[in-house]
């Protein structure tokens, strides 16, 4: 079986989205299929055209984006132009596009001139990412264009993938059939980030973190992740455990800010930045800290969309506490794998941390169930074989109908 995916952006590029990606495609290949990988206009750079990154193949779309709907038209059109060339490198049997929807209607292009099976897999509705980034506002005429046409993507793509139920019951309510979906859930590599390592004395004392009682954060600093509630909740939770620290690894569009406000408050002593680190070097801070803390908003993107970091704070051992949103739900039982505290409420955060820092009689216990979790239910080792039987399906009915070909006329 040969999968061409069709993706926003890839390695060597950084980010939960990547992550994600390199995850499906090496699992597929342990599987014994042969996969490839084109990306967009977003993914920026001038590399060469086609590239090998992690034994992976890419094939790049090196012509630059424009801005503006014009822009974007002009970008779909050159990302399908060389989806097609990759189409007659890689020979798939299988599109496999990607989150955003402009993927998708890119991919749609070549797969209905190719005559191949197109799999859509949503990773997060493009129009509730940018009310959660900023960037949007919900029930705007640009929210309301790009949610049609992401119900017109789904509708018209062979199969759609989702990450969690929560996207799934979306599209059903938009009117999907529930047998054209399939669920899988983000997950972790367990061969690649499953052994913590100890901690790093060195490391410690560079954040001045020894003896401390650390709480931090791993990933992207974007609004609807709620640093600035769990910031606001510093004060309370130094004044209840003293030796309680933050640590925030990562950056993004909200660090002047975050920065700015920890800098203003009365806790700021306790407040620690590391900025962006290699994702290699990442479980020496994940080692440092006691409780992962994930206080997202509560918002559309955050009720339907599951995240990642917590599996990884999970498969690396470590305790989770988290806001009690949709996509949170899915992912942490409250008082067994993890604690849920209320949304939006900085008092409600340093009660639930607080209360933790206190009682470490259950700890290793917990982070034991949150690890078996993530291995039974949340390792992509696993998760992969979801993909399979709708694989099959697809190419059994391309070969019954006769209407894929390897090589019809060209987009």
Not at 42 to 52: L, M, P, Q
Not at 85 to 114: E, G, M, Q, T
Not at 179 to 197: A, E, H, Q, W
Request: net charge positive; with cysteine; glycine share 8%.
């Amino acid at each position: 079986m040969r999968i061409l995916h069709v993706l926003d952006h890839g390695l060597p590029l950084q980010s939960g989205y990547t992550f994600r990606t390199r995850a499906i495609l090496k699992a597929q290949e342990q599987r014994g299929w042969q996969v490839a990988a084109v990306t967009g206009p977003r993914h920026g750079g001038a590399g060469d055209a086609v590239e090998s990154v992690d034994g992976l193949t890419f094939y790049r779309t090196r012509t630059p984006l424009r801005p503006g709907v014009m822009g974007e038209l002009a970008g779909i059109a050159a990302f399908a132009r060389r989806i097609d060339a990759a189409v007659d490198a890689f020979r798939p049997d299988i599109l496999h596009a990607h989150s955003p929807v402009l993927d998708a209607l890119a991919a749609y292009r070549v797969a209905r001139a190719r005559r191949l099976p197109l799999v859509y897999e949503i990773r997060a509705f493009w129009e509730d990412a940018a009310v959660g980034n900023g960037t949007g506002r919900e029930g705007s005429l640009k929210y309301r264009t790009t949610r049609a046409l992401e119900s017109w993507a789904a509708r018209r793509a062979d199969a759609v993938a989702v990450i969690c139920d929560g996207l799934r019951d979306d599209l059903i309510a938009r009117g999907i059939a529930a047998d054209r979906i399939v669920v899988s859930p983000n997950g972790v590599d367990l061969t690649l980030f499953g052994d913590p390592v100890a901690p790093d004395p060195a490391l410690a004392a560079s954040l001045d973190l020894v003896d401390a009682e650390t709480i931090g954060f791993i990933g992207s600093f974007y609004d609807y992740e709620g640093l600035d509630d769990l910031i606001a909740a510093m004060p309370a939770l130094i004044a209840a455990r003293p030796r309680a620290r933050l640590l925030l690894v990562g950056g993004g569009p909200m660090e002047a800010a975050l920065r700015a406000q920890a800098a203003a408050s009365p806790a700021a002593a306790a407040i620690r930045f590391a900025g962006r680190v290699p994702h290699a070097q990442v479980e020496r801070y994940y080692a440092l800290i006691d409780v992962l803390a994930y206080p997202r908003k509560a918002m559309r993107l955050t009720d339907l969309v599951t995240p990642l970091k917590p599996l990884e704070a999970m498969a690396q051992g470590r305790l989770v506490a988290a806001s009690d949103v949709g996509g949170h739900r899915e992912l942490i039982r409250d008082g067994d794998t993890g604690t849920l505290f209320r949304p939006d409420d900085p008092a409600a955060i340093a009660t639930a941390l607080a209360g933790l820092l206190a009682d470490r009689s259950g700890w290793a216990a917990r982070r034991a169930r949150g690890r078996a979790f993530v291995a039974a239910e949340r390792n992509w080792s696993s998760n992969i074989c979801r993909y399979e039987p709708v694989y099959q399906r697809l190419m059994a009915a391309a070969t019954v109908d006769g209407s894929w070909q390897r090589s019809p006329a060209r987009v």
